[in-house]
């Protein structure tokens, strides 16, 4: 099965898509609703089960790096006991 290349937002359309699909009943099954998008079944299986898009599942405030460097700010500024 081929997959064309999505955009993360029409990636993120097409498998909303698909999910508004199989939830009103106009496809008989995910995988069914994900060949017409040209999407992988797993992944509207996985949505439907309440798994989050990548980008709201590893959201951070601060890169590592920069943790890194409060951690060690407040482990200067700790007393020692």
């Known amino acids: 099965m081929f997959l ?7 990636a993120e359309a097409s498998i909303q898509k698909a999910i508004q699909d199989v939830e009103f009943g ?3 099954s995910i995988r069914k609703a ?3 998008r040209a999407l992988l079944p797993s992944t509207v299986a996985h949505r439907l089960a309440g798994r989050l898009p990548r980008h709201l599942a590893y959201k951070t405030l601060l890169h590592a790096y920069q943790e ?3 951690i060690k700010w407040i482990r200067e500024w700790l007393p020692v006991a």
Do not use: M, T
């Open 4 to 10: 064309p290349k999505f955009s993360s937002r029409e």
């Open 26 to 28: 106009v496809e008989p």
């Open 34 to 36: 994900s060949d017409v």
């Open 68 to 70: 890194d460097q409060i």
